[in-house]
């Protein structure tokens, strides 16, 4: 089974700017995979993917301030983040989308006002 390990998470003020990294221990090219964040007290939710074709989406609050890309030859997905608001305070998780395998530990994410 596919495992993932995340990084990049850090405090940073709002307006700041992070890149979150997910290596994958297998191939991850034909798949869509998906960056997801769990805040305190929410449910865990997807808020970009893409696609096998480099095709990217984003959740509404993300978009146009997070980046989705991978690299297929490093089995790695990446997540730019910028313009950060608190509300973007959360742990980062990446993971497939149509299939979730067993999760990762996460990247901590904490912005402050």
């Known amino acids: 089974q596919v ?5 990049g998470g850090d405090l940073v003020q709002t307006g700041g ?7 994958a221990s ?15 007290g929410k449910e865990r939710e997807l808020v970009a993917w893409i696609q096998s074709g480099g095709t990217t989406n984003y959740e509404y609050s993300v978009k146009g301030r997070f980046t989705i890309s991978k690299d297929n030859t490093k089995n790695t997905v990446y997540l730019e983040m910028n313009s950060l608001k608190p509300e973007d305070t959360a742990v980062y998780f990446c993971n497939f989308v149509y299939l979730n395998v067993a999760w990762g530990q996460g990247t901590q994410v904490t912005v402050s006002s």
């Open 3 to 7: 495992h993932f390990v995340e990084s």
């Open 17 to 23: 700017s992070l890149r979150l990294s997910c290596v």
């Open 26 to 40: 297998g191939t991850i090219s034909s798949n869509t995979m998906g960056w997801y964040r769990r805040a305190p």
